[in-house]
Structure formats: C-alpha cells, structure tokens
Antibody, heavy 116, light 106 residues
Framework: QVQLQESGPGLVKPSGTLSLTCAVS?????????WSWVRQPPGKGLEWVGE???????NYKPSLESRITISVDKSKNQFSLKLSSVTAADTAMYYC?????????WGRGTLVTVSS | EMVMTQSPATLSVSPGERATLSCRAS??????LAWYQQKPGQAPRLLIH???TRATGIPARFSGSGSETEFTLTISSLQSEDFAVYYC????????FGQGTKVEIK
C-alpha cells in the first residue's frame, strides 16, 4: 500500500517561497511513477500544479511554470514542491499524490496560508 | 489546455434515489477518467478509475460510464454517507479536474 505524507511550514509570508515535502512509503520513488502536487484553495476545487517522474522529468501547470520547482530526493524516497513569490491566492490545502498501477494514492494534505 | 466541465454544480437528491453526475472533457481522454468523492476536511477518495472500474472497497452502487469526452457517475441509491462533493479527473495528459458537483440532501 502506497502512503504519502506532506510536511512543511503552515504559514508563508507574501512574496516568500512555499516549500513542501512529500515522504513516500510502500513504493520506491525511483519506480516508473509520476509524482504529483495538487492544491485546493479553501472552499474551492482541486487544481493540479505539477509532477515529476522517476527520471526527474517535470511538467508544470502553465500558469504557475515561472514560479514552481518540483524535485526528488531518491536517497530519502521523497519529492518536494517549491513555489516562489507567493500571494494570498496561493493559500490552499496542498496534497501530494501519485498514480501507481491502476490506482491513485493521496496524502492527507497540509494547509499553507500566505499571510504577513 | 484541457478543460473538464461537470454538471450540474449542485444536485439535490432524496436518500434512496438515483443520482447522475456528468463530466465533459474539452478533448478526448480515451478512458483515462477517474471520479473522486470529497467530504469536508478530508482528502479526495478515489471511487472510479479507467472510466468505469470501481476502486478497491467501493460499493457497487457507484458506477461509471463513458469514453472520449463524455462521462457519467451514477449512484444507484443514495445513502446518507454519499452526500459530498464529487470531482472528475482526466489523466490522459497531465491531470485536470472538473470544478465539482455537490450532492446535497433534498
């Protein structure tokens, strides 16, 4: 059973950088999966923000591409999200997720608030 | 960029009744379509993948159908625990989610 766990600061200042990590268990991040980040602003829908492959290829949501970096740390079996120049519009629950075989696995999410 | 459109935005249904939710893709996604249920304060729960395959542990009252650009999620007889928000997701090319359908008690 694949398990994902997000971690990182819950509060980020405007214009700062949001940094989150997703720890993976039950699967190797070096396997043939893509590892994704999804966010959900309070009271709104789900938004895919980007993904990284086992070979470290990345795909980003076009509207975020100038501010986003997703990376992997194979030694720790985890992947990370960095989002720069954040504003209040980046306040959201951030989930890490993956498609493994025919199923999808999600973390429980972590709330990030952008506020001074 | 792919757009997923769900309808209706809100569906009012009495317990025991059937609920039918729709999802339309702006371009073909084949059968690469999933449905999720989300309750307040919880992560999305996978119901259906590959357009019509129930995920492990999902009751048979949930069924999915469709292909290419038109998809449907049917809940045959709504139980109290089914009142929630439902999202469709395409995974043919990156991921894109619909805006959600809220199923509320009539």
């Amino acid at each position: 059973q694949v398990q994902l766990q997000e971690s990182g600061p819950g509060l980020v200042k405007p214009s700062g950088t949001l940094s989150l990590t997703c720890a993976v268990s039950g699967a190797s991040i070096s396997s043939g999966n893509w590892w994704s980040w999804v966010r959900q602003p309070p009271g709104k829908g789900l938004e895919w923000v980007g993904e990284i492959s086992h070979s470290e290829s990345t795909n980003y949501k076009p509207s975020l591409e100038s501010r986003i970096t997703i990376s992997v740390d194979k030694s720790k079996n985890q992947f990370s999200l960095k989002l720069s120049s954040v504003t209040a519009a980046d306040t959201a629950m951030y989930y890490c997720a993956t498609r493994h075989g025919t199923s999808f696995y999600w973390g429980r999410g972590t709330l990030v608030t952008v506020s001074s | 960029e792919m757009v997923m459109t769900q309808s209706p935005a809100t569906l009012s249904v009495s317990p025991g009744e059937r609920a039918t939710l729709s999802c339309r893709a702006s371009q073909s996604v084949g059968y690469s379509l999933a449905w999720y249920q989300q309750k307040p304060g919880q992560a999305p729960r996978l119901l259906i993948h590959s357009a019509s395959t129930r995920a492990t542990g999902i009751p048979a009252r949930f069924s999915g159908s469709g292909s290419e650009t038109e998809f449907t999620l049917t809940i045959s007889s709504l139980q109290s625990e089914d009142f929630a928000v439902y999202y469709c997701q395409q995974y043919n090319n990156w991921w894109t989610f619909g805006q959600g359908t809220k199923v509320e008690i009539k």
